[in-house]
């Protein structure tokens, strides 16, 4: 039986919930480290799902992650405001109360917020604000707007999560390039990963992170990018193999600049919903020294997230 969505909504067809019982992964991550890039859903009787929103998700609630964070042996989240509640942070703020000091935001906001509306977010834990330009998820921004919103929360020290997909790259360019604060890219800009790591299109985007120092890159969801799948499609234990060398290309070139993230609860996945267990057991294939594996989980989030715990 799926999950259910609670208030006045009904789940979106062929949405696939959020996988109970994950796996205890093998690889132990580092004290300290991080889930950089995590959701979550209402409930949706406590936080309503935005009226412009292009899917509707079964609830997936604070508690659940925060149970999730502890099986997979992680110490923090950084949690993303999902486009389905769009400019209404109010569940993402109360996960980050609840949360004791224990993760950090990235929030959505629209022009007409206000001073004194940012300070707030900032007080509650949030570091970032998310551009989407995924146009099957989400209505177009203008880029005036944008801009001067990343002005706006450049003064707070905060910086700007954009997702996008790999063919899109070369308008954008211009765009992102013009943004004032770090950029952080979510799942390398979703590369097509049946093309070859040498072709035009990965190295554009490794070119991007070479040109701008101040571009990093997350390199998560492998899930969505894989067309070999996890174990029982690939008929091998190493889960996503196809993925692994564009991830370990971008680890081992930018090792200052990269996260990871489990990107639970998974938003609009109808293929199969994955064994956040056997995510974190894609980590070690991506970032295969200690050296690396710390960068990813522990420094660089905690530097970018928590600065004032790394001086």
């Not at 919930?17 to 992964?25: C, H, I």
């Not at 502890?70 to 569940?91: E, W």
């Not at 001067?148 to 360019?173: C, K, M, N, T």
């Not at 600049?257 to 057991?281: A, E, F, I, T, Y």
Request: proline share 9%; glycine share 8%; hydrophobic share 40%.
């Amino acid at each position: 039986m799926g999950k259910p969505t609670t208030g006045d909504f009904m789940k979106t067809a062929g949405w696939l919930d959020w996988y109970e019982g994950p796996s205890v992964p093998r690889f132990t991550p580092p004290a300290g480290a991080v889930d950089a890039h995590c959701h979550v859903f209402g409930p949706g009787a406590q936080f309503p799902y935005a009226p412009e929103r292009k899917y509707t998700p079964c609830d997936a609630g604070k508690a659940q992650l925060f149970a999730l964070r502890d099986h997979l042996g992680f110490a923090c989240n950084v949690i993303v405001q999902a486009t389905c509640h769009g400019d209404d942070n109010r569940a993402l703020v109360d996960a980050l109360h609840a949360a004791a000091g224990k993760a950090r935001g990235v929030a959505t906001v629209r022009r007409g917020i206000t001073d004194a509306q940012l300070r707030a977010l900032h007080e509650a834990g949030v570091r970032g604000v998310r551009f989407n330009f995924v146009k099957r998820l989400v209505d177009f921004t203008p880029k005036d707007e944008l801009l001067e919103i990343a002005g706006r929360i450049a003064v707070l020290g905060w910086h700007v999560v954009i997702y996008f997909e790999a063919a899109d790259l070369p308008e954008l360019w211009d765009f992102f390039t013009a943004l004032p604060t770090t950029v952080v890219v979510d799942h390398m800009g979703r590369p097509d990963v049946g093309k070859p790591l040498g072709g035009a299109e990965f190295a554009l985007f490794e070119r991007f992170m070479h040109e701008h120092p101040n571009v990093w890159s997350k390199v998560s969801c492998p899930e969505r990018l894989s067309l070999s799948g996890p174990p029982a499609l690939a008929g091998e234990q190493r889960a996503y193999r196809d993925v692994v060398p564009f991830a370990r290309r971008i680890v081992e070139a930018f090792p200052d600049r990269v996260l990871w993230g489990s990107d639970w609860p998974h938003p609009n996945l109808k293929d199969h919903m994955p064994d956040d267990g056997l995510l974190v057991d894609f980590i070690p294939h991506i970032a295969p020294t200690a050296e690396l594996q710390r960068k990813l989980l522990v420094d660089n989030p905690m530097r970018l997230y928590w600065p004032e715990e790394t001086r």
